[in-house]
């Protein structure tokens, strides 16, 4: 029955099949004909004149299903309900879920959790505030917000198709580091807006993750809730990138044996995420950094309307170079990349510095891939997961959160930052490091405890937590 392909993806096609019309064997030859290979068949229903059936079928992409849809749909008798295949199986009726902690089975649990004894608890926290970090939620939760206008690499696409992707967020943050986040998708795309529902709902939660907004709104929406909120508010396609692109370059840099205030960082993309990372390498130390984008060269030769190139223009390009892409690479021994598929050329990157490191960072399609690079650079890294040294916004955000929630941090600075960098990148021992190997797994387990333990560390140093937990008093 079927090809007995290897390979491809399974997906279950729910079909509706008028018995009195057609039968299965036909249906079972049309999935054949097509290169389709049924590997299951389930009885969902019968009926006098018809059986709902879900076929599992292997197929060996998106092209190869159509056609297998096709041909089922042109049979006589036979009405295709519902396709689906293991992802969509997974997000049925979303992917989290909230649990009490404690089990309520008799009036004196219902007392003690709501009425009338919890009026104790309320007024407790009305006299001390703060209290609220103890004896609620507060203490470990963090609202992962967005507004679905720059959602992965599919643009603005609105709250309620966000949503899969703020679920997956909270997913991880528990998985990896026990921290509760609740995924809050808001129905507006105003700045003030958003900024003023944040503020509503931050009495709940411990920290805000302010997640796939749109440049330039979201640097003013973090940098307004970062000051009118006394928790952490932390935008992870900006700071989360640039911390996990920090840890990459640090270890890099021992690869090919290049100083970090020596170089020249060429970052191609002066959006939300290139002007995060420009900054964590500012404050890092490195030498010079020239920016790119649609526009040439930033340079405080030219005027911008963007209030957020204009500061990057007159804190950049020390030498005001001028031009393209082609003349900022040129000597350049670090290139950056947040920008577009295929932008960077073999070429563009044979007039580098001795063994250049590149990080072709733009997804799903790098600016370069390994395969037309890898001979003529140092080191090479891209954001997606089937090549060496992906830089993976999900090495950071679990830890940096969990530092920052143990020690009530009122917010997540550059020395928090900096050490969540040098913590992911001291994970991987010298004798391990090489070009392949610059940046860990996202599974490796002493990520997340090192991360908080050096952010803990920064947030007391600095003056911003709270609280200091008992290992570091």
């Excluded at 411990?206 to 440049?215: H, M, P, R, T, Y």
């Excluded at 959160?401 to 550059?414: P, S």
Aim: net charge negative; proline share 4%.
């Amino acid at each position: 029955m079927g090809t007995g392909m290897s390979g491809g993806k399974s997906v279950i096609i729910r079909l509706e099949i008028r018995t009195d019309r057609i039968h299965f064997g036909q249906v079972a030859s049309a999935v054949a004909v097509t290169g389709g290979d049924i590997v299951a068949i389930d009885v969902i229903h019968t009926g006098r004149d018809s059986t709902i059936r879900d076929l599992t079928v292997m197929v060996v992409d998106n092209e190869h299903l159509d056609r297998v849809l096709e041909a089922l749909k042109s049979l006589e008798g036979i009405r295709v309900v519902n396709v689906s295949d293991r992802t969509f199986l997974l997000h049925l009726g979303g992917k989290i879920e909230i649990a009490p902690k404690t089990p309520i089975q008799n009036r004196d649990d219902l007392s003690r959790v709501y009425t009338p004894d919890v009026a104790r608890v309320c007024m407790a926290i009305r006299e001390d505030p703060g209290k609220a970090f103890t004896l609620t939620i507060k203490r470990n939760t963090v609202a992962v917000v967005s507004d679905g206008t720059a959602v992965l690499g599919l643009g603005n696409i609105g709250p309620y198709a966000a949503m899969p992707v703020m679920e997956g967020k909270a997913m991880l943050f528990k998985q990896f580091a026990g921290v509760d986040a609740f995924p809050i998708c808001l129905d507006t795309q105003d700045t003030e807006e958003i900024i003023r529902h944040v503020k509503a709902i931050a009495p709940a939660f411990g920290g805000i993750n302010l997640e796939d907004i749109a440049s330039p709104r979201c640097f003013e929406i973090e940098k307004r809730l970062r000051e009118e909120l006394d928790i952490p508010v932390f935008h992870d396609d900006q700071h989360g990138t640039a911390v996990v692109l920090y840890a990459g370059l640090i270890n890099a840099l021992k690869v090919v044996g290049k100083e970090l205030g020596s170089v020249k960082v060429v970052v191609c993309g002066v959006g939300a995420a290139g002007v995060a990372c420009s900054k964590i390498l500012m404050a890092a130390g490195v030498g010079e950094i020239i920016g790119v984008d649609r526009e040439g060269i930033l340079t405080a030769d030219k005027e911008y309307a963007q209030p957020m190139w204009r500061w990057y223009a007159e804190n950049s390009n020390p030498r005001r170079i001028s031009g393209g892409l082609e003349e900022a690479v040129e000597g350049a021994d670090v290139f950056i990349g947040l920008s577009a598929g295929g932008l960077l050329k073999r070429h563009n990157v044979q007039r580098m510095a001795r063994d250049p490191i590149v990080f072709a960072m733009a997804n799903p399609t790098p600016e370069i891939t390994p395969e037309e690079a890898e001979d003529i650079v140092g080191v090479i890294a891209t954001g997606r997961s089937d090549y060496p040294n992906q830089i993976n916004n999900v090495l950071c955000f679990p830890g940096i959160f969990r530092g920052a929630l143990d020690c009530r941090a009122t917010e997540i600075n550059e020395e928090m930052k900096l050490a969540a960098a040098e913590a992911i990148a001291s994970v991987i021992r010298d004798e391990e490091r090489n070009k392949l190997y610059i940046i860990p797994s996202v599974f490796n387990q002493e990520i997340v405890k090192t991360i908080r333990d050096r952010v803990v560390e920064a947030a007391i140093r600095s003056g911003v937590a709270r609280r200091i937990p008992r290992e570091f008093r």
